[in-house]
């Protein structure tokens, strides 16, 4: 026999998301509340995080070129003036003598030339939201930083010192969220959720994975990268946006050798990625991340590649000595990354069900804005964000084709530097290859507007992955033109390019 059990909300997902969601709520005393997710967390992304509590480190030229990436920008700017009243929150109920959730204060973002030109670009664009918005930094010569001793050849001749971006450890901070809501009533299950039910019109609850159901007429669907199976089949009216995982690799080591960082050090966004950083923990242990790549699903493994090109990076970019580290922990999750790169957050089109998810590289940082925000609605209060990235909406177009194109061969080109892959012709040449392997794709799509760059690189990968975002496209509603209904007459697909994508 199957057992049922009632609750007021059910939050699917025990990442940033639903944890800061459910202590919201708790804290407000919305009634009885369930939080459902494995407590091992494979594959989530919160518990791989950094977790820096950057904005301005993560701006590049695409954050202020259109309103969305504007009210984007904005929301982890709001996010980030929480912050410090989470961690009082977190920390007040601590051990004394207990270490400080916050493990960096501040932020170095260096200028190097192992990438390609898309980092200057990027440290330009740093720059000048920091103007525009009044963001505190300072110029300062990278020689200075604690901890950062490059290889002479990879070294910084620029950097800004970003004194309002630290980093708090992700997984203390998830395990202080926990000790709070268990104190607070709060229940969490050790499950996966199966499936959302539907009952009379709105939804009814969720089947986990041992057969059993739990209630409830309010449902929050926040199970990261993997929400899309989730919200397939009964989010109604229109197919939810397609989502994809963003699979990131970090390491955490042990400092064997030479002076520790005391900052986030951390390059800008770069080749698909968030940028090569390095957050210390405390206690001689130093996080060093993160690669990025686009799947169809989360994975709880990680390519050699990857491995290799993270530690060569960190190795050579950040600090000579970190050879000499010892490994400690391998982390690889899974960021929520939706076909415009845009988040969901809002009702569903099934009465009762809720949808936030889609953060893609910043969401632990905006995660107490976007749980107050969704606790406001659970509530029937008014929202503190914009509604634009409501689940039923469609695709957000922020590029054309044209722009697309280029973006995605900057990103290559970054990508192609900073492996260190051997280049026997120009840049230029190079860039070429990249840009004719973008313009097949877009011929073949026939798409009238551009996706992101990381976008293109899973797609260009296998013809399989190109054709799951056309399907992906026509699910939503687009549907791209004569060049994909044929396929790419020519019969080499999109993929045909000798150059596999960064
Ligand atoms: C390597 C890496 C570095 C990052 N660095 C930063 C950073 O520096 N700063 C920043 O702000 N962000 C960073 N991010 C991004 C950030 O981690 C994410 O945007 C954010 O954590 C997403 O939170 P979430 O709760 O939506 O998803 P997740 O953390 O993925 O949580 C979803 C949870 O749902 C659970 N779940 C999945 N399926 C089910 C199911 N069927 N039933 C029940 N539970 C389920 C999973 O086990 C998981 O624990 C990074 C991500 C990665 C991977």
Aim: proline share 5%.
């Amino acid at each position: 026999m199957t057992s049922v059990r009632q609750w007021d909300i059910l939050i699917i997902g025990n990442g940033a998301l639903g944890l800061f969601l459910a202590e919201e709520l708790a804290t407000r005393g919305a009634g009885s509340i369930a939080v459902v997710g494995p407590r091992g967390r494979a594959s989530g992304a919160s518990q791989a995080a950094g977790a820096m509590l950057g904005s301005f480190g993560e701006v590049t030229p695409e954050t202020l070129r259109t309103a969305p990436g504007r009210a984007r920008f904005e929301l982890g700017r709001a996010a980030h003036r929480m912050w410090p009243g989470v961690l009082r929150r977190l920390e007040s109920e601590g051990a004394p003598g207990h270490r400080p959730l916050r493990v960096a204060q501040d932020s170095y973002v260096v200028l190097n030339t192992s990438g390609s030109y898309l980092d200057s670009a990027n440290f330009a664009a740093i720059t000048a939201a920091l103007g525009a918005y009044g963001g505190p930094f300072e110029e300062v010569d990278p020689a200075g930083i604690a901890g950062y001793r490059p290889r002479a050849d990879q070294r910084a001749l620029r950097a800004l010192h970003l004194p309002g971006e630290g980093a708090v450890d992700a997984r203390r901070v998830i395990a202080a969220l926990e000790a709070r809501i268990v104190r607070q009533g709060v229940t969490l299950v050790d499950q996966e959720a199966e499936a959302v039910i539907a009952a009379d019109g709105g939804v009814g609850g969720v089947r986990l994975a041992d057969g059993s159901r739990l209630e409830a007429e309010r449902v929050v669907v926040a199970a990261g990268a993997r929400s899309g199976p989730l919200l397939r089949g009964v989010a109604q009216a229109a197919d939810p946006m397609p989502t994809f995982a963003g699979r990131g690799f970090a390491l955490v080591g042990r400092r064997m050798a030479g002076p520790p960082f005391e900052s986030v050090v951390r390059t800008p966004n770069r080749a698909f990625a968030c940028g090569l950083h390095v957050v210390p923990l405390g206690e001689g242990r130093e996080y060093l991340g993160a690669t990025n790549s686009v799947a169809a699903e989360p994975l709880n493994s990680v390519q050699m590649n990857d491995v290799h090109f993270l530690t060569q990076c960190a190795m050579q970019q950040l600090d000579e000595e970190i050879t000499h580290h010892e490994i400690e922990e391998w982390r690889v999750g899974s960021r929520p990354v939706t076909l415009d790169g845009f988040p969901l957050i809002g009702w569903s089109a099934l009465p009762g069900l809720y949808v936030l998810t889609g953060t893609y590289r910043d969401g632990f940082h905006c995660a107490p804005l976007l749980a107050a925000n969704a606790a406001n609605e659970l509530e029937g209060k008014e929202r503190l964000i914009d509604g634009m990235f409501a689940p039923s909406r469609g695709l957000i177009h922020t590029r054309t084709v044209e722009h697309a194109i280029e973006e995605y061969v900057e990103h290559c080109l970054a990508g192609w530097f900073e492996s260190q892959a051997a280049l026997h012709g120009t840049t230029g040449w190079l860039a070429g290859i990249y840009r004719r392997q973008a313009t097949a794709f877009y011929s073949w799509l026939g798409l009238d507007f551009g996706l992101g760059p990381d976008l293109v690189a899973y797609a260009v990968s296998s013809r399989q992955n190109a054709r799951e975002i056309r399907r992906g496209l026509r699910e939503h509603g687009i549907q791209p033109g004569a060049g994909a209904a044929s396929g790419s007459g020519s019969g080499s697909g999109p993929v045909s390019s000798a150059v596999a994508g960064g």
